[in-house]
């Protein structure tokens, strides 16, 4: 009888004691560095700022630059967690160099004719940046909008007469914000980046070199649980409408 008692008093946890939970999952914290494409510095921030909403112990730092500066940067050994590229080729210079494996195109952009407000030196498409009495800026070849311009411009069979080759698509842009040049070739997304300070000009030839934008997370990533889940976001439902309000075309 005292062992049948005994028994008895020790109940099972199928008892009605529920069972205590388990450890959920690490929240995230730390830095994440995310290197990006300067077309990408807006929806980017955006992003950026959400992501630290949505876990207070991270800080997410960005380094916006040309592609191509990007590329030389990651393969030179700086330290970074994510690489978003403005096309593919510059992507493939890391992933040549055994440096990130399996990029996923997260969005795409076209080129548009930039100029100041009111277009004072009345562009109206491709064969006027042939004009020499005009300012024209364009990307460096190197850079993904510099070799869309030159596709674009040699669909059009257009020879430009550049004033100026820019390291980026954000400094061809500030010089027509600043009426420093009479037109630039830049992404459909800068365009609409910049507000009321310039207008767009649409290019039909631009869809004969549409840039692809992959993303990916770096091999020796300092942080890759907040790089896996920051890429995670960008290519979300909720990212790729944050894109495309941007002026993005979304897979």
Excluded: W
């Excluded at 548009?112 to 407000?117: G, K, L, M, W």
């Excluded at 061809?172 to 767009?200: F, I, M, P, Q, S």
Aim: charged fraction near 15%; proline fraction near 6%.
């Amino acid at each position: 009888m005292l062992v049948l008692l005994l028994a008895g008093c020790g109940g099972s946890a199928d008892d009605g004691a529920a069972a205590a939970p388990g450890p959920g999952p690490a929240e995230l914290g730390g830095t994440l560095t995310v290197f990006a494409a300067a077309s990408l510095t807006d929806v980017f921030t955006d992003l950026g700022e959400q992501f630290e909403g949505d876990h207070p112990g991270l800080d997410v730092q960005f380094n916006f630059a040309g592609s191509s500066a990007l590329a030389t940067q990651v393969t030179q050994g700086a330290p970074a967690d994510v690489l978003a590229s403005a096309n593919e080729a510059q992507m493939a210079v890391v992933t040549d160099a055994g440096l990130a494996a399996d990029p996923q195109v997260f969005a795409a952009n076209v080129l548009q004719i930039a100029v100041p407000a009111g277009n004072p030196a009345g562009v109206t498409g491709l064969a006027d940046l042939a004009r020499e009495e005009l300012t024209i800026a364009v990307c460096a070849p190197q850079v993904p909008c510099g070799a869309a311009a030159e596709d674009v411009l040699a669909a059009a069979g257009v020879t430009a007469a550049p004033d100026t080759l820019e390291e980026d698509v954000r400094a061809a842009l500030t010089k027509v914000e600043l009426g420093e040049v009479d037109a630039a070739l830049v992404y459909a997304t800068d365009v609409t980046a910049a507000g009321d300070a310039v207008e767009g000009i649409d290019v039909p030839e631009a869809e004969q070199a549409v840039n692809d934008y992959p993303i990916v997370v770096l091999a020796d990533a300092p942080n890759p649980e907040a790089a896996a889940a920051f890429v995670e976001l960008v290519r979300s439902g909720e990212g790729q409408q944050a894109l495309g309000d941007a002026g993005f075309r979304v897979p």
